[in-house]
C-alpha cells in the first residue's frame, strides 16, 4: 500500500512539474517557442504577412503593385502612438510578444550589455529571408527597439 501510494505521489509530482514547465512566470500556459540561432540562414518561416502586422497603425501593403511602406524604426523612448497592432510598444516586457507570437527566432542574449535580438518573419522567402519581418532588441527582457521591415 505504501508503495502504491509513494507511485500515486511520485506520477503526480512529475505531471504538475511537467505542467508548470510550460507555465510563464505568472502562471499562464505559455505557448511560445524561442528558437535560438546562431545564423541569419536559420531563421525559418513565421506567422506575419503584410497585412497583420502594423506599427503606430501603419501597415506594409498587401499589394505589391502599390508599393508601401519598407520599413519602420522605433526606438527607445517611445509613446503608445507607435504601439504595435498586437498591443505591445517600446517599453514593454518580453512576455507581452510571447502572448502574441507562437514561434520567435532569437540570438543568445549578450551578458555584457543584457540585450538579446529576436525575430518574427512572414512566410514569404525572398532570397533566403523570411518576409515581412519584426526584429526586436530587448534589454533587460525590455523592448528598446523595433524595426517593421517588408524588404
Given at each position: 500500500m505504501?508503495?502504491?501510494?509513494?507511485r500515486?505521489?511520485?506520477s503526480m509530482?512529475?505531471a504538475?512539474?511537467?505542467?508548470l514547465?510550460g507555465?510563464?512566470a505568472?502562471g499562464e500556459?505559455?505557448?511560445t517557442?524561442?528558437?535560438?540561432?546562431?545564423?541569419?540562414?536559420?531563421?525559418?518561416?513565421?506567422p506575419?504577412h503584410?497585412?497583420?502586422?502594423?506599427?503606430?497603425?501603419?501597415?506594409?501593403s498587401p499589394n505589391?503593385k502599390?508599393g508601401?511602406?519598407?520599413?519602420?524604426?522605433?526606438?527607445?523612448p517611445s509613446?503608445?502612438?507607435?504601439?504595435t497592432n498586437y498591443?505591445?510598444?517600446?517599453?514593454?516586457?518580453?512576455?507581452s510578444?510571447?502572448k502574441?507570437?507562437?514561434?520567435?527566432y532569437a540570438?543568445e542574449?549578450?551578458?555584457d550589455?543584457q540585450?538579446?535580438?529576436?525575430?518574427?518573419?512572414?512566410?514569404?522567402?525572398?532570397?533566403g529571408?523570411?518576409?515581412p519581418?519584426?526584429m526586436?532588441?530587448?534589454?533587460?527582457?525590455?523592448?528598446?527597439?523595433?524595426?517593421?521591415s517588408?524588404?
Amino acid at each position: 500500500m505504501l508503495v502504491k501510494n509513494m507511485r500515486l505521489f511520485l506520477s503526480m509530482l512529475i505531471a504538475s512539474a511537467s505542467f508548470l514547465s510550460g507555465c510563464s512566470a505568472d502562471g499562464e500556459p505559455s505557448h511560445t517557442s524561442i528558437q535560438i540561432v546562431t545564423d541569419s540562414s536559420e531563421i525559418g518561416p513565421g506567422p506575419l504577412h503584410k497585412g497583420n502586422i502594423a506599427i503606430g497603425g501603419i501597415y506594409g501593403s498587401p499589394n505589391a503593385k502599390v508599393g508601401g511602406v519598407v520599413r519602420i524604426i522605433v526606438n527607445s523612448p517611445s509613446t503608445d502612438k507607435t504601439k504595435t497592432n498586437y498591443g505591445f510598444n517600446i517599453g514593454d516586457k518580453l512576455g507581452s510578444l510571447e502572448k502574441s507570437f507562437r514561434k520567435m527566432y532569437a540570438y543568445e542574449p549578450h551578458e555584457d550589455t543584457q540585450t538579446q535580438t529576436l525575430y518574427i518573419t512572414g512566410e514569404e522567402n525572398q532570397e533566403g529571408f523570411y518576409l515581412p519581418s519584426l526584429m526586436i532588441l530587448t534589454k533587460n527582457n525590455v523592448i528598446v527597439r523595433m524595426v517593421l521591415s517588408n524588404d
